[in-house]
Nanobody, 123 residues
Framework: VQLQASGGGLVQAGGSLRLSCAAS????????IGWFRQAPGKEREPVTA????????WYADSVEGRFTISRDNAKNTAYLQMNSLKPEDTAVYYCAANRDPFEIRPERGYDYWGQGTLVTVSS
């Protein structure tokens, strides 16, 4: 499967953005999907994940209540709705697919990665 992340941009603190992760090559429903981010000078960190059906999700404490992960398997696309953005959310955001469609634990490895999309939150 190939993944294409999009939707990044520049937004003021308190604003919102929605990222998309479009899959091609295989049906998105075969995979759990995770979003990760890497800020300048920092290691990549997990943000959120969703099982193949959308019935199970996981969120990092830093984004819980502000970010929402979702998916539309009919459109082969996953989404990350980001609200109440903070300057510390500035990072390159990546989507990734896990061949285990039920696996949402952040410490588990992901098998396929998309290119990143840059989110910049100004204060």
């Amino acid at each position: 499967v190939q993944l294409q992340a999009s939707g990044g941009g520049l937004v003021q603190a308190g604003g919102s953005l929605r990222l998309s992760c479009a899959a091609s090559g295989r049906a998105l429903s075969n995979y759990a999907i995770g979003w990760f981010r890497q800020a300048p000078g920092k290691e990549r960190e997990p943000v959120t994940a969703i099982s193949w059906s959308g019935s199970s999700t996981w969120y990092a404490d830093s984004v819980e209540g502000r970010f929402t992960i979702s998916r539309d398997n009919a459109k082969n696309t996953a989404y990350l709705q980001m609200n109440s953005l903070k300057p510390e959310d500035t990072a390159v955001y990546y989507c990734a697919a896990n061949r285990d469609p039920f696996e949402i634990r952040p410490e588990r490895g992901y098998d396929y990665w998309g290119q990143g999309t840059l989110v910049t939150v100004s204060s």
